[in-house]
């Protein structure tokens, strides 16, 4: 990653987040996310923006503004993080658009004190749930926790919680326990572990004795009156969540075969399908996401940008959530543009204007139509710029991640959020 430019002195004497390099008649943007890095990566989120670049060119540009994506490896690191915005202000970037990184406060301000606007990040920082400068496409870990609450809370009678041992995963149990609670069930188990683990069968040990009969999660309440005596383990650890689940199956030495769970960014079509798909241990998995099943129709032009523009980038993966996001955020950022007119100047600040101002936005049915106006904004206590709590339910059946079926398939986590304790 070239960053001996950015941290050249200058780099933040760029005021206003200016058209960007490239002419008048050009857009410049980023998309960053950590590549081999030791913990989660999304290598699929710059490859996706990438495709769009050369997709949305091939057509002319937005609006006749040529686009130009830059990509930047966040490394997992609160040092990357903030080496990629500077090298986003150093660039006269007028957005970061379908990003990921965990570490919010130290990207965050380098684009702030530029007015530089964050489109669509993947979710997983409460800062981006609180910047002005942040316009969030989807709920993030709350919303998902959340909703896989409700769904353990349907059938389990116990539940324990795998997460990472992070600043970040320390509010997890409380979103998941709020869904948890709002179906009339006691706390999850918590356990912990090392984010950049890759022995945890200590807490494969811990998951499969807190969640066996004759054991009780915190809070003491018991679902078996409803019939729901089911125990239950969801896993969220992002790239180690398959080294868990493998460390969970060797533990089980008594095919108790709790029901587990997980969401969509810790589990995804592509890892069931490497761990034998119909023969996966993820089979029968519930699964949370924030967006329709990858076999949805309303997915089929994201499908055909990454078959025609991908130009063989196999990180680029139309199952996967991140660049799932990646491509949601880019189409809001093209109904922006052309909100613009052609003379009219487009800088970080006047982007970051209309969209605080704008009538809502159409994501093709991928999501709710967004808008982040401040009477659009939700009571949810540490994410006051979430704008859409939606959830989706699915299940790993036959080897394929499918609508869960028995009930409602999406349900808005904006209630759920607003009555659990401040998470962050």
Known sequence: MAMGACLVAGCGALPGGSGGSGGADTLTVMTFAPEDSKATNMPGMPGMAKAYERWVNSKGGINGRKLRVLTCNERNTASGAADCARKAVAEKAVAVVGSYSQHGRAFLAPLEAEGIPFIGGYGVSPEE????????????????????????????????????????????????????????????????????????????GEALAASSPGTSSKGGASSAKDGKEKGCVAAVLGARTETFFDAFRRADSQNRKPQISSVLGSVSQALVDRTGGKESPFEGAYVTSWYPVAADPLWTQMRNVISDHAFGD??????????????????????????????????????????????????????????????????VSGFPRMVNGRVTFQVVQQGRLVAQQGGEQSMDMTKTLEQAPRSS
């Open 129 to 204: 749930f609180q910047s002005p400068l942040s316009f969030p496409v989807n709920g993030g870990q709350p919303a998902l926790l959340a909703g896989a609450g409700h769904q353990l809370g349907r059938s389990c009678g116990k539940v324990a919680l795998v997460r990472p041992d992070t600043l970040a995963g320390d509010s997890l149990p409380i979103q998941l326990n709020a869904g948890l609670k709002a179906n009339q069930m006691g706390e999850a188990s918590d356990i912990r572990a090392a984010e950049d683990s890759a022995d945890l069968s200590v807490q494969a």
């Open 314 to 379: 196999n990180a680029v993966d139309p199952d996967d959530s991140g660049a799932q996001t990646t491509w949601i955020a880019y189409t809001v950022l093209g109904e922006m543009v052309k909100r613009f007119k052609e003379d009219e100047d487009l800088t970080g600040r006047a982007l970051t204007r209309k969209l605080n101002q704008a009538e809502p936005v159409k994501t093709g049915g991928l999501t709710p139509d967004l808008s982040w106006r401040y009477q659009d904004m939700r009571a």
